[in-house]
């Protein structure tokens, strides 16, 4: 059950939000300072909006103020998820249950996030890109549009896992181009790139470049064929 702002049951909203008309929430919401809430956004129950970072004293994340969260009209949060300051979701997004995003994602119109998937911070996400439940995708990835994530795909981005000091300035996430698809299961080393309309099998160890079209299975991932011209986007 959902209610309108004046009516919802533990809502709370802090000082210099603001929250578009038809807007209806669930039980127990928190939106914090300054988050922007489009019209006709749904809430699920227990979300949180405009969450600010908590970050450990070591991280070498971004520590200024990240801004606003913003959600375009017509997205629908579902309950428990957390959506972080600074990121900012288009028209039509949907959030499932318990997903996250961090600070400094741009997300695009009609993106689906699926049921505990974890978006962390300053990645990209382009429209009508699809990521199913429990996959991971790690900080500074590009999605570009009508990419495929399918549940349970794990995104890396740091060859080092956390040591020297020098692998700072090496960190980089995953480039997907667009109408790539990864199969459930896949996991994609550190700055790998997959090409556009290409797909990753289920269960693949993705360990280098994929060209555009290809069809890569196994680990370490290798080219089983090309995607026919009948699955292609056009």
């Known amino acids: 059950m959902s209610w309108p702002a004046d009516q919802a049951p533990g809502l709370t909203v802090a000082d210099g939000a603001a929250i578009g008309g038809e807007v209806r929430f669930g039980a127990n919401v928190t939106i914090h300072a300054g988050t922007v ?3 006709g ?3 699920g129950d227990n979300a949180v909006l405009g969450k600010r970072p908590t970050l450990s004293t070591r991280s070498r994340a971004r520590r200024q ?3 606003p969260l913003t959600l375009g009209a017509g997205c629908a949060i579902s309950a428990g998820a957390v959506l972080a300051a600074g990121s900012t979701l288009g028209p039509g997004c949907v959030v499932g249950d318990l997903a996250t995003v961090r600070e400094r994602c741009s997300i695009g119109e009609q993106v689906v996030i699926g049921r505990g998937v974890c978006v962390e911070n300053d990645t990209t996400i382009g429209s009508f890109t699809k990521i199913q439940s429990n996959a991971y995708i790690t900080a500074h990835c590009l999605l570009e549009e009508h990419v495929f994530i399918a549940p349970c795909v794990v995104t890396t981005n740091d060859n080092f896992m956390g040591r020297t000091e020098g692998r700072h300035a090496l960190i980089k996430g995953a480039v997907i181009r667009r109408g790539a ?3 459930g299961g896949a996991t994609l080393l550190p700055g790998i790139e997959i090409g556009e ?3 990753v099998g289920a269960g693949a160890v993705v360990t280098r470049d994929v060209a555009p079209r290809a069809l890569v299975v196994g680990s370490p991932a290798r080219v089983l064929r090309q995607v026919p011209d009948e699955e292609l986007l056009g």
């Open 41 to 43: 956004c749904t809430i």
């Open 181 to 183: 698809r990864v199969g």
């Open 197 to 199: 309309e290409a797909f």
């Open 65 to 67: 103020e990240p801004g």
């Open 37 to 39: 809430i489009g019209d």
